[in-house]
């Protein structure tokens, strides 16, 4: 029993780790799917699940607008029944009872052209929804894209550091075989050189949960093989001037609501205001209602106009009316908050923008520093003048700053993302 189960945990140990092996291979060979910049927002208007439902909600509301031109269609009726009636202690009689009718509405004060007002403006705030949901799923997706650029060009220089210590490595063992230097020197590029595998192997798996964020925004079923196609661009992008505040999406998202409330408020005030039908009926009546003539099937035929007031909405639509005009102030003081906060990150941006700019170029002349020092170094190195740590020291400061320059591109890419979806307007939303 003792070996069965062992036996069977060896198998167990075997079959798992074939399958993550097995695994392994179904992601390395995945067909590569190649995402460049450009076409992030034509992705994500195709596939982003998000944008779809905004879509359709868009749709939803169109439905409901017309109601002003609805309101004044003939509304019918038609009724049909049977009943037993009896009067005092005479016999109960049975009858039935039909009646067809239609009502105009032609008058109710300013209720229904303000309803349609309502619901055109909950259009208008559907389309800044989905205005905004584009912008933010675009921004999430170049911000994404940036990142995941980031790690694949950090793996590509690791990989490539790599191979330098590598050559050091092998150059140290011949210098230490010749005995011109120690074994230390070697043992030194061997150390570093488990580093530099450890922090590919935590930069692939950044990769990887970039991908899989991109994926989710673009609407992919699978980030097994995506690769982030394009370069960072260094030159100043046109589109980027401060635009009137009053266009930002947020701020006109809170301006529509604003507006809605006020449209509310208006509608529930005017509780006052009567209603004029004219109607017409023509059928047999009930006996309740006629005795004689339902009694005889006698069919009867009337119409008139109706003006008609519910004063128990007076006091409803008073306190109605209050609390819409309060929402309304409340959006009032949430638009008036929005747009400074909108001023404040823009500065913000473009202060960041600016500094990293700055330090680009600073990094830019570090770098061509670095490369003449290493050079030096490497050939001192040859000579016998520099040791092992030496040498280390000037590539691994090569590459930091190599490693930095990456990271200020991205910075800067992401800082433009950033602000243009800051500045986004409803016309460059859809």
Known sequence: MKFTRFGFLISLIVFGSWSQ???????????????????????????NESLKAAR??????QERTGH??????????????SE?????????????????????????GSKDAQEESVRQETLSAARLDSGLIYQKELRDARLAFWQGLTYQKLIALKQDELKKNDENLQSARRRSGAGVA????ALQFELNRTLLEQS???????LDLAR??????????SHEGLIFAGEFSLNEQPGLALKDIQNNLEVQNLKSVQKIESLRADQASTWWQPKLDVYAKHGVPSLSDEYARALNSQTETYAGIAVSLDLGEGLDGFSEARSKRLAAKAAEFRTSKKIREVKALDQEIRHDLELTSVMIKENEKSLSKAREFLRLTQSEYARGIKNGPDLMSASKQLFEFQERFLELQRDLAMGRAALESLLAAEESSR
């Open 182 to 185: 120690t074994n230390a020197d």
């Open 21 to 47: 092996a097995q695994n392994a291979a179904l992601h390395q060979n995945a067909a590569p799917v190649h995402v460049k910049f450009e076409d992030l927002g034509a992705l994500i208007q195709k596939n």
């Open 84 to 108: 037993s009636f009896r009067e005092g202690s005479s016999t109960a009689e049975n009858k039935g009872y039909w009646s067809v009718g239609a009502s105009i509405n032609l008058y109710r």
């Open 212 to 221: 899989n964020r991109l994926a989710t925004l673009l609407g992919m079923d």
């Open 56 to 61: 359709v909600n868009i749709e939803s509301q």
């Open 68 to 81: 002003l031109g609805r309101s004044f269609l003939p509304r019918l009726s038609a009724v049909s029944g």
């Open 200 to 206: 590919i192997r935590a930069l692939e798996l950044k």
